[in-house]
């Protein structure tokens, strides 16, 4: 059998001692999306942030294991842990423009990335960050690398930071609700851009988000949330359209639908 | 059905620099009573920039507002207080449309006793609001930080109608919460929809909810309105290539 990317093995979280997630297992394969969803405080994205070390002071994971091609993640000296973080493992934050230096300016801020990832040529990353950037509905690419964070709207900054994640071609992209900040059309567009990123270069992505469209749309299985629990797991067709729990079956009827006649 | 709001030419521009961009550009349209009518368009297309003219927090460049038949733009003092007893909003995020040093019912009572309504009488008809909206009694009593954001939204529909508003606007009411909150105050707008004969204007960037709640559509892209229709036939016959754009769009 083939081993799994990423695996949580009965994973708990905890903030202060206090258990806020608790045995949650799964698994998921290279070139998978996986779905998590749920309301807000249902620990979808403590699950995330706990695979990127981003638990804080407060929080730990108290049990289980948390498998990044079979290697603990959670044993990792803060070096190892590094290398991992941007080219293997990426994330893209709900907020990105909060996630950027507000001093400096977005070119810099990205070729320092790529620089410490390797990748030294000024120009060639400039270049790559364009072609990105344009796929993804920024078409004045230039201004916005000599643009500050401040100087651009909320959504661009948002792009910014998905452009940021993606560029590396991380073997694993952590998305946590990257598309809720932008609009219908510019969503459809950056998601069709992961989708591509998954097709050319086999990137796994594990999509958090509330939005039941876009999981449907993208994932191939999907894990729902509710109270730190993991109540529903599978392929997305069975959960989504056949859901066995209560709960799931709840969540996906309060999503209103669009009639298409 | 008669009409409550009507929206004449309207223009709205804001300067950066040199550049002049047009936010608004020449808007019209009518609002009956009992009637729903959804603003829909992507960030950027002028929808907020309406809702903020009709109720005064910007004022327009050219064009006119009219409420019952009465211009409302330019008004000040007096006649300004009583005609924005007839106009109500609803903010995306409840929280931060409420005062956070003053209980839910104080705030919800605020508007009442401005209008020179009693003390007394203004509590009995706020308990009397908040049960409408689906919040027992003790919420009065809670700050709005105490509260879950569902809950504060209902809140914030208690305190726009309970001076009996003629037009509610709902400027995404609901985007900010989860989808099965979402859905118990879509629940309770389509309830006050069916009992009192209130104007609603729903902006909202959500194709399906307002398929659900809306009676007619404006679809505004750059400052224009592109397309007009009830949801049904924008959705399932657009004509104009945006709004084929932003409906192919919704997964």
Not at chain 2, 56 to 64: F, I, Q, V
């Amino acid at each position: 059998m083939q081993q799994p990317l990423l695996a949580f093995n009965n994973v708990e979280i905890s903030y202060d001692d206090e258990a806020m997630i608790q045995g949650v297992s799964l698994k998921m394969n290279k070139g998978e999306i996986l779905g998590i969803v749920g309301e807000s405080g249902s620990g979808k994205s403590t699950l995330i942030k706990a695979s990127m070390g981003l638990l804080g002071r407060s929080g730990r994971v108290s049990q289980g294991e948390i498998l990044y091609q079979g290697q603990n993640v959670l044993n990792l000296g803060d070096e190892a842990f590094r290398n991992l973080r941007g080219p293997k493992m990426g994330m893209i934050f709900q907020n990105c423009g909060s996630a950027l230096c507000p001093i400096r300016t977005i070119g810099d801020q990205l070729c320092e990335a790529m620089k410490e990832h390797g990748q030294t040529d000024r120009q060639a990353i400039k270049d790559e960050a364009l072609a990105m950037f344009d796929r993804i509905h920024l078409h004045d690419g230039d201004r916005i690398l000599n643009s500050y964070p401040f100087e651009l709207s909320g959504g661009m900054n948002q792009r910014v930071g998905i452009v940021m994640a993606m560029i590396l071609k991380p073997d694993l992209l952590f998305a946590d609700e990257p598309t809720s900040a932008l609009d219908v059309t510019v969503q459809a567009q950056v998601v069709k851009e992961m989708m591509a990123l998954r097709e050319t270069f086999g990137m796994s992505i594990v999509i958090v988000t509330h939005n039941i469209g876009v999981v449907s749309y993208m994932a191939d299985n999907v894990a729902v949330m509710h109270k730190g629990r993991l109540v529903e797991y599978g392929k997305t067709r069975d959960v989504i359209d056949h859901p066995i729990k209560d709960y799931t079956r709840q969540l996906i009827g309060a999503v209103p639908r669009i009639r298409r006649g | 059905m008669s009409k409550i709001l009507e929206v004449r030419q309207l223009v709205k521009e804001f300067s950066k620099g040199s550049k002049t961009i047009r936010a608004v550009d020449d808007v019209s349209f009518d609002v009956c009573s009992g009637e729903c009518l959804g603003l829909v368009g992507e960030s950027g297309s002028g929808k907020s920039t309406i809702a903020k003219m009709i109720t005064a927090l910007e004022s327009p460049d050219a064009g006119g507002i009219f409420l019952d038949g009465k211009g409302i733009t330019g008004l000040k003092g007096r006649e300004q207080r009583a005609v924005y007893k007839d106009i109500q909003m609803v903010f995306q995020t409840p929280t931060d449309s409420f005062n956070p040093r003053l209980k839910l019912g104080d705030g919800i009572m605020e508007g009442m006793i401005n209008h020179g309504i009693s003390r007394p009488e203004a509590r009995k008809k706020m308990l009397e609001t908040l049960k409408i909206c689906g919040l027992s009694q003790e919420y009065a009593d809670r700050y709005p930080h105490q509260v879950s954001g569902g809950e504060c939204q209902r809140a914030s529909i208690a305190r726009a109608i309970v001076v009996n508003p003629k037009l509610l606007i709902c400027d995404e009411a609901t985007s900010a919460l989860d989808v099965t909150v979402q859905a118990q105050i879509v629940e309770l707008m389509r309830q006050l929809k069916s009992e009192n004969h209130m104007a609603y204007l729903m902006i909202c960037h959500d194709l399906a909810l307002v398929q659900q709640l809306c009676d007619r559509l404006l679809v505004m892209y750059q400052g224009k309105i592109v397309e007009t229709g009830t949801p049904d036939e924008i959705i399932m016959h657009p004509r104009e290539d945006y709004t084929k754009r932003l409906i192919d769009s919704v997964f």
